[in-house]
């Protein structure tokens, strides 16, 4: 990898200019307030990429959920964005990377993201780093343009403390918005 | 909906249908459901409080609150009414009556843990933290676990960050916030992560980092966990706060032996190292050389650590990391800084950014890279270093067009690359006319071939060669800039238009093709556009306002509500005026309008001192070299004419709430005395905003003339429409009319006897305004589109000018509604008089004449301008773009129908600015009846 950043924490100041990343047809600019709370709640896994002339870079969101009895306590990725003069250098790699193991370190038993089946350029990215689908949620990005809801992928990727990698086993059929928790 | 406690009660089993009619929107049924309740039950606190949720959601706020008001004043303890009402202020908007809610309940049941952690959330929401501070000590005593002490040691904290004296936080909030956390320290009660990053916060704000660093080395510091290097991270701010430079760099090294790629260790490497050289600071003798391991302290340790780090990137079978190789760069320029002639070693910069180049110019980041460093180069090696890169770019054989082609993407990168190092050290800029449309010629000739490479790219993806649209974009701009002609840019704007057409996800050529539509006052692509952009929340704000000029007949877009943005309260402001102009006096009258937006005259509720400037002026893509882009001095010159601005609009709204206040329908001015109603209380508000309207005024005008040689770089902040508007004379005609009214007043008192000199001074103001008014009209004469030689020119700023006539105008009628409504009860007095004595040859007062005058001439500004708009009608719907003729253009077929395309746009946008403006105008003209005397 070549990332050459400077990796920080994500803060309030970040919000007023991450447009070059957040410009982009395929990411979703939530209203501060959802921002707020991930940097109050999970602090942790807020992480943005600075580039050395200042310029932001790309930067992964995320938190830490599920019931620990139940082994579904995992680390879930909400956000993930890389400015297009930054892609190709393996930054969402290294982002994902970092998630991970802050994941690991607070004993989850995977990490999991939701994806646009379309968005065919991500799924295969994940699908490198080791995720695979668990399951198809239908209808769960719903279009405003009038074109059609869009089902979504849920990837995984199984931690060390799933050591028989049940997290991961494929959900035969798919499932509805409203029956994931 | 709120919890339903235990299901054993057999109220929860009453309660559950009007729960469930509530959850399902059914809030008549609700209603039905808790009244039928009631009767049986009339204790049944809880279904009051639900019924009143009902009637809240039903519109009949009033009614709700006295109800739930009989069920607070019981002070109720169970769960279902305290979660009911809890529920119900929220969707109030009264949080602060959650809190006296369970003040009672803990008065109560004392020892219930719920109600006192409820209580201390009902604190946060209000922000009383000085309450919660004593909540949270409450709830410990009554259960003592760790999270209750330390929402208490928070609160104390919070106290601390609001105080408004900085000694109190300093002397007494965050002093004992650090003993409470001490004590449980020294207990060894400390039991999570968070509490030692509170004990850290409040160690730093208190400036104790060498207690902090205790902390963070220490013990307690093993519970930094869930951040990466949370530990490592907070240790090197310590050192850097506290100078502690040997411990800082054997760090930074530690760190970077483990990540070569980390910048910001680079540059506290760096910085650490440097201090270290100046401070003479030499090795203890023997043992370690600081608590963090080994420390450089030389010039020449610094070189071999870069060197090292190289060294092992070059072993590696892998790509190699690009951080060693721009840290090498970085070294050099620090050591040129310091002069120091090490830097040599290192070698030559120009021949260390060309290997760079070979390693990494197929990234689209190499440019973003190198820009940092171009400074090393010397000028006249400009030439040399582009001359360099360009021979090691794979291109194909030249063209029939001669041009060389690339054959992948990768080569197409590092093509690009070395044009945009190009243009960053201004060699695109220092080439003349001809030179700049063969390198456009050129651009254009690489986007068109790459795109081959991206024919299977998504609809969201960016094709690989957008970077060359973009590009030949900003030169045509330069050209446009630099020659005036207007050619250039509408080709820009078609070339833009095809780049979207193969790229429509890209948001570069989309803010681009906003920027000059905003430039031509073409708003109806405008809004399309930003549609399209998809921009949301806090967007808005941050781009939002880069073209939110003179979006005068176009809807603004409900932004969102960030308190103390200098763009809020500019659309704010510029909303409630456009309400005013288009409705005021025509379908509500003024007093109406302005009540209804609950405008206060008398209260200016801009945070000036803290005003916030969030726009991202960074957020387009440019390559211009230094001298050229946007500096801080642009920054603060935009942001003193953007509140310049502001502050006349927001007078002006103030001064126009102020006259609403002094006009009274006739049948009150009958029967009350106007001055003992209180209205005459605003009057003393008209003065002082005059004077602050006067003031304002003035100081814009310096503005402007300080700053009209310089603009600000075409991809920085638009100018406001402070120049213009000052130019159209608007702003001093509007001025003149608000002036009236205080005459007017001066004549209601002295009546018509005895008032000759002010009935003549006031006719003269009505003179003078119709002049202003008629110097204001003659600079909207013109065409706005005209088709020369086969070529087009626009010139917008007639469609400003004409906009702010009609701003003016509204402003001026406004007045004269006023002016007619004190002069006509003194006209009609004055004819009782003349009934009783009979005397028919008495002339008219000057002051009466002079208005009819005055309205009269109004009558006539009105037409003209109205005969002006319809003659830009037909002129612009006549004009035929077919006829433009293309010849030495050099643009294709294909690219002229683009140029077309956009120029249409323009045209449809100024003909539906026209004639929602003579909409405007007309219903204008309607109102003028109504000021018959």
Known sequence: MLTMTTLRAFNCDDLFKFNNINLDPLTETYGIPFYLQYLAHWPEYFIVAEAPGGELMGYIMGKAEGS?????????????????????????????????????????????????????????????????????????????????????????????????????????????????? | MAARGHVQDPNDRRLRPIYDYLDNGNNK??????????????????????????????????????????????????????QALTILYREMHRPELVTKLYEAAV???????????????????????????????????????????????????????????????????????????????KEEKIEAEAEVQLYFMILERLGKYVEALEVVRGQLGEKLTSELQSRENKCM???????????????????????????????????????????????????????????????????????????????????????????RLELIRRLRQRSCSEEQQLGEPLELMFQYFVKFGDKPCCITDLKVFLEL???????????????????????????????????????????????CLGLQHALDTDGKLALIRELKIHYHHGLQFGKN??????????????????????????????????????????????????????????????????????????????????????????????????????????????????????????????????????????????LCPEEDDIPWDNIRDNRDLTVFVSWNPKDRQLNEEHRQRSVEEEALWLKIRSVTLRLVGCLSGLCHPPSVRNSEKTTENGVAAKPSTLQPLLSQMESTLSQAAQFTERHSQHQYPILGPPSTRLAQALASGSCQCQLSALQLPIHLQELEAAGLDQSAELQAQISNLFKSLTVQLQDTLNKCKGDLLEVKDGRCKAQPSLLENLVYFVETICVVLWVSNYCGSTLRPLKSSLQKKKKKKKDATAVTPVVLSGFQEFTSSLQSLLSQALEHIKGQESHLTALKMESLSLEGLSQTEEEGAFTKTVMDKVQSSYLRSLQEIGDLLRKRVDTLKSLKI
């Open chain 1, 68 to 181: 620990v009895a139940r082994e579904e306590w995992h680390g879930h990725v909400t956000a993930l964005s890389v400015a297009p003069e930054f892609r190709r250098l393996g930054l969402a790699a290294k982002l994902m990377d970092m998630l991970e193991e802050i994941s690991e370190r607070k004993g989850g038993f995977f990490v999991d993201l939701f994806v646009r089946v379309s968005n065919q350029v991500a799924v295969n990215m994940y699908k490198q780093l080791g995720y695979s689908v668990y399951r198809t949620v239908i209808e769960y990005y719903s279009a405003s343009n009038g074109e059609p809801d869009e089902d979504a992928y849920d990837m995984r990727k199984a931690l060390s403390r799933d050591t028989e990698k049940k997290s991961i086993i494929p959900l035969p059929h798919p499932v509805r918005p409203e029956d994931i928790e």
């Open chain 2, 29 to 82: 049924m609700a209603i039905q459901q808790a009244d039928k309740l009631l009767k049986k039950h009339r204790d049944l606190h809880c279904a009051k409080v639900l019924k009143a949720i009902g009637l809240q959601r039903t519109g009949k706020q009033d009614e709700a609150f006295t109800l739930a008001q009989e069920v607070a004043n019981l002070e109720p303890t169970d769960d279902n009414s305290l």
């Open chain 2, 107 to 185: 008065r109560k049941v004392p020892t219930s843990e719920e109600y006192h952690s409820h209580l201390f959330m009902a604190y946060a929401r209000v922000g009383e933290y000085k309450k919660m501070q004593q909540a949270g000590m409450a709830l410990y005593k009554i259960v003592p676990k760790n999270p209750y002490y330390f929402w208490s040691v928070m609160s104390l904290v919070m106290q601390a960050i609001s105080a408004q004296d900085e000694k109190l936080s300093h002397t007494m909030f965050l002093p004992l916030a650090e003993r409470m956390v001490e004590k449980m320290v």
């Open chain 2, 237 to 327: 701010l310590l050192y850097h706060q506290l100078k502690h430079w040997p411990e800082c760099n054997a760090l930074s090294c530690k760190l970077l032996l483990k990540n070569p790629d980390d910048w910001q260790f680079y540059l506290s490497y760096f910085d650490s190292l440097f201090h270290l050289i100046d401070q003479s600071w030499t090795p203890p003798e023997e043992g370690d050389h600081c608590t963090e391991g080994e420390v450089h302290c030389s010039v020449s340790q610094a070189i071999s650590f870069v060197e090292e780090r190289l060294a092992a990137e070059e072993a590696k079978e892998s790509r190699p990391l690009r951080g060693p190789y721009l840290a």
């Open chain 2, 377 to 423: 180069l010397m000028p006249d090696q400009y030439v040399q270093f582009i001359n360099r890169l360009t021979e090691a770019v794979p291109l194909g054989e030249a063209g029939e067009d001669d041009v060389a082609l690339p054959g992948d993407t990768r080569a197409l990168q590092r093509h690009l690359c070395v044009a945009q190092l190009g243009r």
């Open chain 2, 457 to 598: 790219c998504l609809k969201t993806e960016l094709q690989f060669s957008d970077m060359y649209c973009l590009m030949a974009a900003h030169v045509y701009v330069d050209l446009w800039m630099e020659t005036g002609n207007e050619q250039m840019l509408w080709q820009c704007l078609g070339l833009l238009e095809e780049g979207l057409s193969h790229s429509p996800s890209n948001a570069q050529f989309k803010l681009l093709l906003l920027l000059l539509f905003c430039r031509l006052g073409a708003f109806e692509p405008v809004v399309d556009l930003y549609s399209s952009l998809d921009a949301k929340h806090v967007q808005h704000d941050t781009i939002g306002q880069l073209f939110h000029r003179q979006c005068f007949f176009i809807q603004t877009r409900k932004m969102n509500r960030l308190n103390n943005s200098l763009h809020f309260a500019q659309v704010r402001t510029e909303r409630m005026l456009l309400d005013l102009y288009l409705e005021a006096d025509i379908s509500s009258t003024l007093e109406e309008s302005v009540k209804s937006m609950s």
